[in-house]
């Protein structure tokens, strides 16, 4: 195909209501089993018909073809149901030929969803929530609110937003996110009703919802799971994140950590845990006389209790354990997850994340020794960071308070030979998130941890435990789009609207939340922090065709956390006006009159408002003392049908596996840009698989196609590095960064790793990378012509025979 | 040549480097059976319809027996006749993994099946299932085919020893395993047995491999001794795909015959016919069926995976990784 006009280029799919197409369906000889239980020979014409329906502006759509690998995949006697849901897998399956199948594919899941739902009798939003709170699911608040607002808020329900929904994002949400009856298992809520209610359960009037549901429900903006599971539901836990500080290195602290553990994961909150304050092997226990088996048989009962906690079913109980560097056990605790060794010294189920001074990075950089100082002999090294840290350690070197010396670039070797091999470990800098942190201006309000996903830096004690709770905008709902259907630039305005809207509602669930340990309570009132984040970045830097690494892109993305750093602190300020500064405001930096970019030391674009608002942070302080967080997005993102948070594409083509199953994911931005071309057609479908979604090696592509549509394993990771540096001025909080490289070594690692903490980074996340060898690809065609890899390998084990050197 | 009987020790110089480096490469793969976590497939099963449970139940039969068959005829067929010992180096990695297979489906057997004599019936399924019992068959008999030679002296003997590997490769772990890896992924697909399906993925990367450990055997031998192949034996080599075809695709009427919405025998059919069409291809030999992938879902096996690490465990990791910490490498 060579036109360049998508819409001249597009087969003509039959109308919605002209039925049958040109060719003649094949006969079928199968038969169906309706509800009835009478048997009906299945009908091609008819499912072309109940597939027709949701085309009409799906242009590249064949119901036709669908209909027909529908009936190709049935058995004789299955029933209508069963026919059901194979043509909307079907539809589903076909997306890696185009993506539209997958809005197809979601608008007959959609549909499927309604009819569930009606089939109970329930014809209203109103009626959704009147059964769920009869069957002791919605909460009494939520319940009276819907039932005093029933006609307004049952108007606002607006079906056709369903179209929205890519497949993958509505499959997910029909098997996790909507409310189920509890005997009958059927949804009793629409994917619309869902929103609506998440929206009714933090509102106090119905403009409010309906305002807050258009905005969710544009899939501009998504609260984070926590709350959009569990948002006007009797058990309103919303939030996303806990940071429990380190038992005492005593008995009894380490089992009231468990029990705590164990309620914060209860309502789908992930707990970051630190144990560094827990004393090491072979440490004297003076009740007994005998010696401490060190943290690694504490952290097995730990990995036992997360994992034997089952999130509602939704998903398991999942922390992340974080561990100072000079702790004596620390090689132990990198071996917490190699698949080799004893298991009795393994715990598969947690995270790990090293949680380093900058004294330690100073000194792999000079190749000293590094001193493992017991937390039972120098108890303060926890609380302390910066110069009094560096001091402190020193100190208890000088008086030979140490258990052992390594050398530092052997333990940082270890750390990134765990990076490696798990991509655990995760590289988080405890001087670098205290320096900048709002909450940090007093003595003794310390960073000690960040959270299972390292975005979030908040101060935490033994009697404190942090909470934030998460929403991320979706950029890909914020372009200017031209009639042509190309996008021009960023749409400020609508960014601004929706960020403020959203640290609104982020700001209404401190109060409504229900916290499930003392220590949650004690904190989340005082600091009132919230981690507003970002995702779709890629879907921008694809719809205005910046490169990755390129400084437009480095620019932009500047100034889009600016813009909504700048806002959200705008929104806050305003809510301080109206309902009172956060309590502990007093003790924050920028009760100093100091907000992040003085502390970063940059200067912004957007100055007059900076003015502004620095006045109004004077006059009445701020709401909130943390305001932005980048968190993964992992499910949201697929929700609303966009790329993670800030990450680039790992793949123009590949799969996402979640627990509802596995979902071909195509980049839709390439298809276009390849349709334009000319050449989406099946030999670059099969070049595009071979080549395991890369598309450097198709032929015939302009260079800048080629840069454009690089994927992480082809970027330089200098430029996540440095984006992330670039907008760390205006997170307050931190960033899931997630690093990629396909084939790590300990050379690369370090040098990476390094480069990051340089940068000033507070966290890094995964390191992602590739298995070393690959299946044998089953629905490809055996590699053409081109002499196999092996071949042109350099083989350094036999220089004379290796042909390639020749 | 590399089927010359006898016991080659040298490794300087090395001869097949690429054996060499396949042996290393496979090191990088380790994964053990305590990483797989089985809990809620539990739960899926409780779910699944009768027709679907006869599948499940079908399938781990199969696999109980699978792999030792496989290492069986490893050690006694294949290993001594290999003379390279870098060759032999990744035989033997090979039939570690192997063993890890076995040990993952026992693991497998003994949590899906708590009944003891059910259990004992399903590792008995040789016997006493039909439709495994030919499967089976079928691979006895080719490793019956070289039972009796220790040494491959003749032209015949070097071509049974071929047809024997190819066989192994293309026809066991090529096609029942390819097989047997499109009902599990079938599952996945729709969210069933993630368990089963995760440790599927690590022992469906090691059998890509053994396949390309084995076809690389082949194309070696097949230089080294040109006149092994003719048209006589390319049609042997396409006869035994064929009778291997149509004895999975008994095996598929044994699994789909409760009635499976979305996976019927005709596109069983077609996918078993294009899978030994890639095999047919890989050695030289043209394709027997000409048939397309009826399975959608297969081709998400051939992308890369984007887990979410909430929900799975990611198989993408590599062990041995080498190096030492530097900071000039600009390499990222």
Known sequence: MTLTDQSQAAPSAPAADTAPPATAPPRSTMQVRKRSGDLEPVDVNKIVRAVARWCDDLAWVDPLRVATRTISGLYDGATSAELDRLSIRTAAEMT???????????RLLANFVRKEVAGQGIASFSQSIALGHAEGLIGDATADFVARHARKLDDAIDPDADRRFEYFGLRTVADRYLLRHPTTRLVIETPQYWLLRVACGLSRTPAEAIAFYRLMSSLAYLPSSPTLFNSGTRHTQMSSCYLVDSPRDELGSIYERYAQVAALSKFAGGIGISWSRVRSRGALIRGTNGQSNGIVPWLRTLNASVAAVNQGGRRKGAACVY???????????????????????????L?????????????????EPWSLIDPDEVPELPDLWGEEFDTAYRAAEAAGRIVRQVPARELYGRMMRTLAQTGNGWMTFKDAANRTCNQTARPGNVVHLSNLCTEIMEVSSDSETAVCNLGSVNLARHLLIRPDGRAEGVDWARLRATVATAVDFLDRVIDINFYPSEQAAASNPRWRPVGLGLMGLQDVFFALGLPFDGPEALELSTRISEEIYLTALETSAALAARLGAHPAFSQTRAAGGKLQPDLWGVTPTSTARWDALRAAVAEHGLRNSLLVAIAPTATIASIAGCYECIEPQVSNLFKRETLSGEFLQVNGALVAELKRLGRWDEETRQALKRAEGSVQG?????????????????????????????????????QSLNLFLANPTIGKLSSMYRYAWASGLKSTYYLRSRPATRIQQATVGVRPAAPAEDAVACSLENPESCEACE | MLLDPGMELTLRPMRYPHFYDRFRDAIKNTWTVEEVDLHTDLADLRRMTPAERHLVSRLVAFFATGDTIVANNLVLNLYQHVNSPEGRLYLSRQLFEEAVHVQFYLTLLDTYVPDETERHEAFAAVENIPSIKRKADFCFRWIDSLGNLDELRTREDRRAFLLNLICFAACIEGLFFYGAFAYVYFLRSRGLLNGLASGTNWVFRDESMHMAFAFDVVDTVRREEPDLWDDEFEAQVSEMLAEAVECEVQFAEDLLGGGVPGMSLTDMRGYLEHVADRRLELLGIPARYGSANPFAFMELQDVQELSNFFERRVSAYQTGIGGQVSFDDEEF
Do not use: C
Not at chain 1, 328 to 349: Q, Y
Not at chain 1, 698 to 716: Q, S, V
């Open chain 1, 96 to 106: 890696g030929e185009e993506p539209e199948y997958s809005r197809l594919a979601g």
């Open chain 1, 323 to 349: 561990l100072e560097p000079w702790h004596p056990d620390v090689e132990e605790f990198l071996e917490l997850r190699d698949n080799t060794g004893e298991d009795a010294r393994r715990t598969h189920d």
């Open chain 1, 351 to 367: 995270n790990l994340a090293n949680w380093i001074p900058d004294e330690f990075m100073r000194r792999v950089e000079a190749d």
């Open chain 1, 698 to 734: 198709i032929t015939g592509l302009p260079e800048e196609t080629r840069r454009l549509f690089r994927t992480a394993w082809e970027l330089p990771q200098k430029a996540l590095i440095d984006l992330a540096a670039a907008r760390a001025p205006y997170v307050d909080q931190s």
